[in-house]
């Protein structure tokens, strides 16, 4: 007779926590370095911004950019996506993400800025405000 599930569960936990110790070392590197892109990143995008080092469209497109190149370190570093070889879970998982995000987003936009239309004051929307058309 096998030996009781709990034996079982011991011997897999067991076989876990026996990871080499160079892998462990690997992996904390790995995130180190993801950390430290990560902080270069932001550390870079509030530079731009708080030391006036570039004015109106410069200065977004630069921190856009900055954001979504600290997107991919978060997906490389983090999360371990690096789309080689055939993951195409991980790439449906990106995909999904993002449609996600783009609906939210679009849609919150949609709608405040529907709201903002509507609570325009009658005098800024360019018409009069008498009932009579001004006659």
């Known amino acids: 007779m096998k030996?009781?599930?709990?034996?079982?569960?011991?011997?897999?936990?067991?076989?876990?926590n026996a990871a080499p110790k160079k892998l462990r070392?690997?992996?904390?590197?790995?995130?180190l370095k993801g950390l430290a892109f990560?902080?270069?990143?932001?550390?870079a995008a509030?530079?731009?911004i708080m030391a006036d080092?570039?004015?109106?469209?410069?200065?977004?497109?630069?921190?856009?950019?900055l954001g979504l190149i600290q997107i991919g370190v978060h997906l490389y570093y983090f999360?371990?996506?690096?789309?080689?070889?055939?993951?195409?879970?991980d790439l449906l998982l990106v995909l999904f993400t993002t449609l996600?995000?783009?609906l939210m987003v679009g849609g919150t936009l949609w709608i405040v800025l529907g709201m903002n239309a509507r609570m325009m004051p009658a005098g800024m929307m360019g018409g009069t405000t008498s009932i009579s058309g001004g006659m």
């Open 38 to 43: 990560a902080a270069v990143l932001t550390i």
């Open 100 to 102: 996600l995000a783009i």
């Open 46 to 48: 509030f530079a731009v």
């Open 3 to 16: 030996g009781s599930p709990s034996e079982e569960a011991q011997k897999i936990q067991e076989r876990g």
């Open 79 to 89: 999360l371990h996506l690096d789309f080689k070889g055939s993951r195409r879970e």
């Open 25 to 31: 070392e690997e992996e904390l590197a790995t995130y």
């Open 53 to 65: 080092l570039l004015e109106g469209w410069a200065a977004r497109l630069t921190v856009y950019g």
